[in-house]
């Protein structure tokens, strides 16, 4: 019996082509579509979820709650060893920094951003596997490092003869191999490829001897985790932070500072806290994609019930014929739902034929690594079977109980008509149904390429064009050539000039502190950005002045410049007010100098934050890049001679420069990746929503045949007939409209609200969308309608 349905349901299925053809299009886009956001958010749900301690391990984060709250990744040095003291009952707890720098093998350099310090308990912490070298021991003493697998191969060819041999780092620093780790997974927050022994750190003469027992100073590349016991009460852990952070730091505690626990599994997830892959995906834009993977799902559902139902009049003898011949209702249900059942699994093969192939354009869209294997897994197996048995139930269940509903009478006198087939008005809500979805994708797509075109466009109150920044070396030795290398530099003809700073103006690195204002013994209760830089930084950004003028050339302190942020920090009326008032920083009388000028607020970082308070002046033991502003013709040359003079003034180091507007178009990679996923979201609805209109204008014009003939006969036009069947469409588009542009409002409202810089959603952008979706209504529906237009009226008026 089953195997005669099936063979009836293909011979139906063969026999109207067209139909099968445009249902197994839809359909498998929709669920091509819906298996690759599975995939995406399957893999993102899955970051160092493999640790076996997962559900015991916390990072400890900082919040600071007044004067507003605000959150750090970074921690103390001492942290972790105060922690190991003060709560023995810790299975663990460690540090970990990030370090990115070049290491160097027989004169040849490589550079790694992914390069860590840790302590041995790191690995007690964290599983990740050693191939070579005890991970107890392998860096528990100054000067060694692990490698991982690749990097060992890297560095040596073969990371079989790595360990015992010995590499350089940042030219300075001789580093032997003690350890091999197996290449860390994607589906990490933690990069490994470098990892330094934590002891080298506290070596005396190092970068970081003197803030090792510092509770003054936290960096935002410390982070600090530990293990909890098993049954702990989180809360209670996070109380006894705070009184074990006010006794080793009850200045910054009286100053609002607390400490947190993140669960490691909720790590990769909250955007507001920074992680080492700079790739947070929060719950919030998992809901939202597996909302629309859903959606586009139910409108190609949705498509297959319009096309099934235009269909229902034409098959209409057929199940006249089989009711007379005896089938029952609930046979003919179930040949009609095996039908749905075919189609669908051909849609589900030809989905996964377009997920493999679009897979590798996903990953580098996203900047992930899903493997084509993934498709392949049990989980994506279950999901797809779920999914035939759900795709098959909701396009299938209606229209069978439609088609087996014909009475044999009317059907074989062929007196049905498309209302008797039922649903119509039901149809057009659905088609209603899936331009809404539509055009709030349209809606969010058009303010995403606005709110992006206007961070390019906005000025960030500098001159960011061809001005390329550079590291220089901070060791002592290096610092005594920059002023030679300035000199050097000065004299080349593409150079127009060019500045030592601690930062670029866009560097979201930066010293915050707090101030003592004019003289007053008290602290100020806000932190400024401190930016280092000497006076010819204005020049080369050409940073415009309100108020006063630069510092006097100097190595050292010798007078401040502010911005209008912090004017107002201060409570000031104008910026003149400012000029002469005096800095003190940290109570140092070496830090104690007047205001000499007060500049436009620029931009420090990208547009989604607010400019904060900043102060600048000259500090030459803290400068890190070389600021150049060069000419545009010939930049190919001007950048060899920057690079040779460069190199001969520092040729232990490894040069690198960028240019700042390629850093700040930087920023907002992650928005283009999301505008470009949604874009891709839009298209795909509309090409479904597409074919719903060509689902529900094919039923039409079967119901409305012999009303064409009898009106060309009368004499209308075909321009009229497309009216006709134009008009009905275009008001089911503006009622999915009506609905879709409050909604659209709402969330991109929302959207927007996370950018301190943003457009306004004025009616501009919705009138784009409905103009764009009655468009692409009239395109769809204007073939099917000239085609019944151009029908002879003879041919649709003859007798069956």
Not at 206 to 213: E, H, P, Q, S, W
Request: proline share 4%.
């Amino acid at each position: 019996m089953i195997r005669n349905y099936i063979k009836t349901a293909w011979r139906s299925l063969f026999r109207h082509k067209t139909y099968t053809a445009i249902n197994i299009t839809g359909l498998s886009v929709g669920i091509a579509a819906c298996l690759l956001i599975f995939l995406v958010v399957q893999y993102e749900k899955s970051f160092d979820t493999f640790h076996t301690k997962k559900d015991r391990i916390y990072r400890i984060t900082g919040v600071v709650t007044k004067p507003s709250l605000s959150f750090a990744s970074g921690v103390f040095f001492p942290l972790p060893e105060a922690l190991r003291v003060d709560f023995p009952q810790l299975p663990a707890a460690t540090i970990f920094r990030n370090e990115g720098s070049f290491f160097s093998i027989n004169s040849k350099k490589f550079k790694e951003d992914d390069t860590y310090y840790a302590e041995p308990q790191f690995f007690d912490t964290f599983d990740f596997a050693w191939i070579a070298g005890d991970k107890k021991t392998a860096l528990a003493q100054p000067n060694t490092v692990a490698l991982t697998r690749s990097e060992a191969d890297k560095f040596f060819g073969d990371w079989h003869r790595a360990i015992g041999k010995t590499i350089n780092y940042k030219g300075k620093t001789d580093l032997k191999v003690t350890g091999i780790l197996e290449d860390m997974p994607a589906n990490t927050d933690f990069p490994l490829k470098v990892v330094m022994s934590y002891a080298t750190m506290q070596v005396k003469g190092g970068d970081y001897f003197d803030a090792m027992k510092s509770w003054g100073l936290v960096l935002g590349e410390n982070y600090c985790f530990i293990t909890l016991p098993a049954g702990a009460n989180v809360c209670s852990y996070e109380q006894q932070l705070d009184a074990f952070l006010k006794r080793h730091n009850p200045g910054d505690y009286k100053n609002g500072l607390r400490m947190q626990l993140q669960p490691l599994t909720a790590m990769h997830y909250d955007t507001r806290i920074d992680i080492f892959t700079a790739h947070p995906f929060s719950k919030q834009l998992i809901n939202a994609i597996s909302l629309i993977g859903l959606f586009l799902v139910i409108i190609a559902c949705v498509n297959f019930i319009n096309l099934a139902t235009a269909q229902a009049v034409n098959r209409s003898k057929e199940v006249g014929i089989r009711k007379v011949l005896g089938s029952r209702r609930k046979q003919l249900i179930f040949q009609f739902i095996s039908e749905t059942g075919i189609i669908t699994l051909g849609a589900i093969v030809l989905a996964l034929l377009i997920s493999w192939l679009a897979l590798p354009f996903v990953n580098r869209l996203l900047d992930i690594q899903i493997t084509a294997q993934a498709i392949f897994n049990l989980e994506v197996l279950a999901f797809v079977c779920v999914l035939w048995v759900a795709v098959t139930f909701i396009s299938g269940f209606y229209p069978a109980i439609v088609l087996s509903g014909f009475n044999p009478i009317s059907a074989l006198k062929n007196k049905l008509n498309a209302i008797s087939s039922g649903g119509i008005s039901l149809r057009r809500a659905l088609v209603v149904m899936q331009f809404c979805i539509a055009q709030v994708l349209i809606i969010g797509i058009l303010v995403m390429i606005s709110q992006l075109n206007y961070f390019k466009n906005k000025s960030p109150g500098f001159d960011k064009t061809t001005v390329v920044a550079i590291g220089i070396p901070g060791d002592s030795v290096s610092r005594t050539k920059t002023a030679f290398l300035q000199q050097e530099l000065s004299q080349q003809p593409g150079i127009k000039s060019l500045s030592y700073s601690a930062y670029n103006p866009v560097d979201n690195n930066a010293w915050f502190s707090k101030i003592h204002y004019n003289h007053s013994p008290k602290e100020s209760d806000f932190g400024v950005s401190l930016k280092w830089a000497d006076a010819n930084f204005f020049k080369v950004y050409q940073i415009k002045f309100l108020a006063g003028k630069p510092y006097a050339p100097s190595d050292t302190i010798n007078g401040y410049v502010v911005n209008e942020a912090m004017v107002k920090a201060l409570g000031l009326a104008n910026p003149q007010q400012a000029i002469g008032k005096f800095i003190n920083l940290w109570g140092n009388m070496r830090m104690d100098a007047p205001i000499v000028g007060v500049v436009h607020d620029y931009n420090v970082g990208s547009f989604k934050d607010a400019v904060p308070p900043v102060l600048m002046a000259a500090k030459k033991n803290a400068y890190g890049v070389l600021n150049i502003k060069i000419q545009q013709a010939d930049m190919r040359q001007t950048l060899a001679t920057i690079e040779n003079k460069w190199n001969a003034a520092f040729p232990q180091s490894l040069y690198e420069y960028h240019f700042i507007d390629e850093q700040m178009a930087s920023f907002y990679k992650a928005d283009n990746q999301l505008s470009a996923l949604y874009q891709i979201f839009a298209g795909i609805a509309i090409f479904i929503s597409c074919l719903g209109l060509l689902g529900l204008v094919s039923f039409m014009t079967v119901q409305r045949t012999k009303e064409v003939g009898i009106r060309k006969t009368l004499g209308a036009s075909v321009a009229h007939i497309v009216y006709l069947f134009s008009r009905e469409f275009t008001l089911l588009v503006m009622v999915a409209f009506a609905i879709s542009a409050p909604i659209g409002w709402y969330l991109m409202n929302k959207w927007l609200e996370s950018y301190t810089f943003r457009i306004k959603l004025g009616p501009g952008i919705f009138m784009l969308a409905i103009v764009l979706s009655v468009a692409i209504a009239w395109l769809t529906v204007g073939y099917k309608a000239v085609k019944a237009a151009l029908v002879s009226p003879v041919k649709s008026l003859k007798s069956e």
